[in-house]
């Protein structure tokens, strides 16, 4: 970072100094304002690009588990000697299954964590003690 010399004039009034502080601190304000433009901006296409990521995965994913359904009923039928409607319900079956398991699972993680940031209050409180205290 470089830094600049400010140059002082001890001929200047109070005025002219609120003057050019009320200058400075518009400009530093309007220097803020377009670098938060710039990160949300930056933030929003990262998300999108992220939205379209996870879109992209799920249909793939989509595909190949009815491509994997039909090809575990049609070889479960195979063995059934042609039977593919059992293979079909043997498939449907271990699909619903999965499903259950993972819906199952998903409520359970969504279910356990706090998201009420409790490990930040905790050290939240000791900072506060520390503050109050701080020979403690």
Same mark, same amino acid.
């Given at each position: 970072?470089?830094?600049?010399?400010?140059?002082?004039?001890?001929?200047?009034?109070?005025?002219?100094?609120?003057?050019?502080?009320?200058?400075?601190?518009?400009?530093?304000?309007?220097?803020?304002?377009?670098?938060?433009?710039?990160?949300?901006?930056?933030? *929003?296409?990262?998300? #999108? $690009? =992220?939205?379209?990521? /996870? &879109?992209?995965?799920?249909?793939?994913? @989509?595909?190949?588990?009815?491509?994997?359904?039909i090809l575990l009923a049609t070889g *479960?039928?195979?063995? #059934? $000697? =042609?039977?593919?409607? /059992? &293979?079909?319900?043997?498939?449907?079956? @271990?699909?619903?299954?999965?499903?259950?398991?993972?819906?199952?699972?998903?409520?359970?993680?969504?279910?356990?964590?706090?998201y009420t940031f409790g490990e930040s209050?905790?050290?939240?409180?000791?900072?506060?003690?520390?503050?109050?205290h701080p020979t403690a």
């Amino acid at each position: 970072m470089t830094t600049r010399d400010v140059l002082i004039d001890p001929d200047a009034k109070v005025t002219e100094l609120v003057r050019r502080l009320t200058d400075d601190s518009k400009k530093l304000v309007g220097d803020e304002i377009r670098l938060s433009k710039l990160e949300v901006k930056d933030s *929003i296409h990262g998300a #999108a $690009r =992220g939205a379209i990521q /996870l &879109g992209l995965g799920f249909g793939i994913g @989509l595909l190949a588990m009815v491509s994997f359904t039909i090809l575990l009923a049609t070889g *479960i039928g195979s063995l #059934a $000697r =042609g039977h593919m409607w /059992l &293979g079909a319900i043997v498939a449907g079956i @271990l699909d619903l299954a999965l499903g259950a398991w993972l819906v199952m699972r998903g409520l359970r993680e969504i279910r356990s964590p706090s998201y009420t940031f409790g490990e930040s209050r905790a050290e939240l409180r000791r900072t506060t003690e520390w503050v109050r205290h701080p020979t403690a």
